[in-house]
């Protein structure tokens, strides 16, 4: 699946075999192997969680003797492990390899930029080894500290991944609450929407009209003189994306148009409800009970209690609600202005854009069991090394975390329900012309008016 969702989106070369063709072939493969971990750590919680739900519901059956404990440690160690020999090595040795020549004086080759990239990446290692090593001694300046970064495999390694895992989590902190108000656009644009008091044959002979007199206008063109050639064939596309769209509209049935709609918006809502809720109830139990950290004691163990109140249905509620913090988080990733030109196109993105896009799901994906359950949204405790990281047991960024998500995702929400009647605000006391509200800017830049229809409608 990762391999074909890479090659959906990576630009097509030639298919000689040079020496290019090789090392992109190579830099595939590890790209495909790094998204494939990212998958896996993103399944990691909600297999964990059925795990526990079908040895409780089955403790003796002979047939599930299998799934026990000892697995679910091992799949929690195998993540951590292949997390950080895709951050810390195969990422850096697929961006490196790509950018690679080979040193001067040597015969150029394949040997030649693997050796480069050797170098590159014993550099890069002695670089972040002290920074690591500086960092540690300005926050925790003692003997037992700087000795325990000599232990590379036991202290250094989990030390660099907990660091990482933390900019993950403020990475997530930042995109999930902008792409749980973005998922209702997101969702509004891939449905059809029900066409109350529209009359849809008029808008579509209007837009026809205006697709005309713009291929006229085009046709008969020889240089530019009013509109640039490239701005009318922009708007033409545009023209007739909106054409597409509006007779998709009347073509949908009225099962898709009026219930289909309401109902996944409702959903929505009430998932992210559901997600502030818990979360507000995790902050009432920190302050409350000190079980509640996720670094805090150990509970009973794989298949001994249901980790939900509820039981099943409560850990499939969990679940659910663990992939669409997921998809949101990716969603609001895309969304932020930093990350839009990271946006992957289709058959048109090159392989170092592919890359850092696989370290950015990595590090996401890495960050979600930590997320959901500093968060409360389930609690599973974390294994192996995703449960050893030191700031988790640091009471005040726990809580600090909580109530940063409960804020900004309420406000993200408040922000994108009131848009609309803030806009109107706006329009009524003629301050829209301002450009105060980012959405009234959106949708006048959105919508082509090369003849003053489109805007009337």
Request: net charge neutral.
């Amino acid at each position: 699946v990762s391999y074909f969702i890479i090659t959906r989106y990576k630009r097509k070369s030639d298919e000689q075999e040079d020496e290019d063709a090789i090392v992109n072939r190579i830099s595939l493969f590890l790209s495909t192997f790094t998204l494939a971990v990212s998958a896996g750590a993103v399944l990691l919680l909600p297999f964990s969680i059925i795990s526990n739900e079908i040895l409780l519901s089955f403790p003796q059956n002979y047939y599930i003797q299998w799934l026990n404990g000892s697995l679910i440690h091992g799949l929690w160690n195998l993540a951590s492990l292949f997390s950080n020999l895709c951050l810390f090595v195969l990422m850096p040795f697929a961006f490196f390899f790509l950018e690679s020549e080979g040193f001067a004086g040597l015969k150029k080759g394949i040997r030649a930029r693997i050796l480069e990239t050797l170098v590159m990446l014993l550099l890069l290692a002695l670089l972040i080894f002290g920074i690591v090593w500086v960092a540690s001694a300005l926050i925790d300046n003692d003997a037992a500290s700087m000795e325990s970064l000599y232990d590379l495999w036991e202290f250094y390694l989990p030390y660099l991944y907990s660091c990482i895992s933390l900019m993950g989590c403020l990475l997530l902190l930042l995109c999930t609450p902008v792409g749980l108000s973005r998922m209702f656009t997101v969702m509004g644009q891939l449905l059809v929407k029900p066409t109350i008091l529209e009359d849809l044959d008029e808008q579509i002979y209007i837009i026809t009209l205006e697709e005309e007199a713009l291929q006229r206008r085009l046709n008969g063109l020889s240089s530019s003189v009013e509109y640039n050639i490239m701005e009318l064939e922009q708007e033409l596309e545009n023209v007739k994306t909106l054409k597409t769209k509006l007779e998709r509209r009347k073509k949908a049935s009225a099962w898709e148009r009026n219930l289909v709609y309401p109902a996944v918006m409702v959903l929505l809502l009430i998932e992210t409800s559901i997600s502030v809720l818990l979360v507000a109830c995790n902050i009432l139990c920190l302050l409350v009970d000190e079980t509640a950290m996720p670094k805090g004691t150990r509970g009973p163990g794989i298949g001994n209690a249901s980790l939900s109140t509820f039981g099943f249905v409560g850990a499939a509620l969990e679940i659910i609600l663990i992939f669409y913090l997921m998809v949101s988080s990716v969603v609001g990733f895309y969304s932020l202005r930093f990350f839009g030109n990271f946006t992957p196109k289709k058959d048109d993105t090159t392989m170092t854009k592919i890359i850092g896009n696989c370290v950015s799901i990595l590090v996401l994906s890495s960050a979600l069991p930590v997320m959901s359950r500093t968060l409360g949204i389930t609690r599973f405790d974390l294994l192996g090394d995703f449960g050893r990281f030191n700031w988790l047991g640091n009471f005040y960024i726990v809580l600090s975390y909580n109530l940063l998500f409960a804020i900004v995702t309420t406000l993200c929400l408040v922000r994108k329900f009131t848009s609309a009647v803030r806009e109107e605000l706006f329009k009524a006391l003629g301050l829209h012309k301002l450009h105060l509200s980012n959405t009234s800017r959106d949708s006048e830049t959105a919508k082509p008016s090369v003849n003053g229809h489109q805007k009337a409608l």
